[in-house]
């Protein structure tokens, strides 16, 4: 079919890659991205890969006044002999198209999304690194580009992927964090833009996090907008917890983000036959559970750091440790596997890897 062929566009001059023991997250960009435009009467057309650089917009393009955009986040990893592999793709062109319909932007074939992605990489692949725990970190997104301020769904979008290789997580070794209970800021509500993945629920979280930060936390922990008790996520990632042998995450109930890391834990964690319960747990119930000791692990999980262990909570002035501060064995043994099947040193029973 004519609209599904990629045209490319090398870029004459290549850039220098920087060095892989050095990598910032997010700094430096390949060297291609892929674009895809959309027209109201003409759907998605175009799709391409040319030299990456600056694109031009009308400053009353909608994205810049009403936040009509959503993203993606997910990484391709070089394994030990070479090879390049992606971690459940499909999952993010899916989750891309459900962000886009809450969002009221058109959807995206998700046969050809995918095919942009592994084009974008197979043409930049020079730029996945090979260091220990680096990637190559691809980010989709799409914006509104209707030249018009007026408050309606626009009428021509952008469809724009671009990578960046990425250092590890963890340069200093995996350390537990400090996290702070938000009880002023909301990130999200059922019926809002929560279960999106969408620039504006950042925005809306910005200003938790700073203060958090400035009293010494790394993040917050996000607690639901209506009854302000129940815990939803973790900062920018999804939260788990082993409370008296099991393991609870809050279930995905409109308002929190329906990450592939936390997923990938939960099918983790049945297939190791431990038991996992998706239910709502209250801020109270986390802290009774840190005071009589029930409270043996917590986590968040993402795709940027795969597993972020949790070593104290501050709620109310209240301060509790959780496993003395170290990680629990269930979190190291989650990234552990994880990022063995990721970077492709462990076998993949799952499906989950996609090889370039
Ligand atoms: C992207 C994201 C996550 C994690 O999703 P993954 O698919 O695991 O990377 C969690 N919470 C929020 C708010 C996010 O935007």
Redesign the pocket.
């Known amino acids: 079919m004519e609209t599904k062929t990629i045209k490319t566009e090398r870029a004459s001059v290549l850039k220098p890659k920087p060095d892989s023991a050095t990598l910032k997250f997010g700094a430096t960009f390949t060297d291609h991205m892929f674009l895809m435009n959309h027209t109201d009467g003409i759907g998605w057309h175009d799709p391409r890969i040319v030299p990456y650089g600056p694109i031009a917009l009308e400053p009353s393009s909608m994205v810049f006044h009403y936040a009509q955009e959503v993203f993606e986040?997910l990484k391709a990893y070089r394994r030990a002999d070479g090879g390049v592999q992606l971690f459940r793709p499909w999952d993010?062109v899916r989750?891309l198209n459900r962000s886009c319909a809450r969002l009221c932007i058109p959807q995206l074939d998700e046969e050809l999304a995918l095919k942009g992605i592994e084009q974008l990489v197979q043409i930049d692949e020079g730029w996945v690194p090979s260091a220990p725990q680096t990637s190559l970190y691809i980010r989709p997104f799409v914006i509104a580009t209707d030249p018009a301020v007026g408050v309606h769904a626009s009428h021509t979008y952008l469809f724009c992927i671009i990578a960046c290789p990425v250092g590890s997580y963890y340069p200093a070794g995996m350390n537990p964090v400090s996290i702070y209970v938000e009880s002023e800021d909301v990130?999200a509500v059922k019926g809002g833009t929560g279960d999106a993945?969408t620039g504006g629920?950042?925005a809306a979280s910005l200003r938790a996090g700073e203060r958090a930060e400035q009293s010494g936390y790394s993040q917050v922990l996000w607690l639901d907008g209506v009854h302000r008790k129940y815990i939803e996520?973790v900062g920018?990632?999804?939260v788990l917890f082993k409370i008296n042998g099991e393991i609870v995450t809050p279930p995905l109930g409109g308002s929190i983000?329906p990450?592939?890391?936390?997923q990938s834990c939960l099918d983790l964690l049945k297939s190791w036959e431990l038991p996992v319960s998706e239910r709502p747990i209250t801020v109270d119930e986390l802290f009774a559970a840190a005071e009589n000791g029930a409270l043996e692990e917590a986590w968040g999980?993402?795709?940027?750091a795969v597993i972020s262990p949790i070593g104290e909570l501050c709620w109310n002035k209240k301060k509790v440790s959780i496993n003395g501060g170290e990680i629990g064995p269930v979190t190291q043994r989650l990234y552990d596997t994880l990022t063995g099947i990721q970077w492709g040193s462990i076998p993949d029973p799952f499906g989950w890897t996609l090889t370039l």
């Open positions: 986040g993010n989750r990130r993945k629920n950042y996520e920018a990632m999804n983000l990450g592939i890391t936390r999980s993402g795709t940027a």
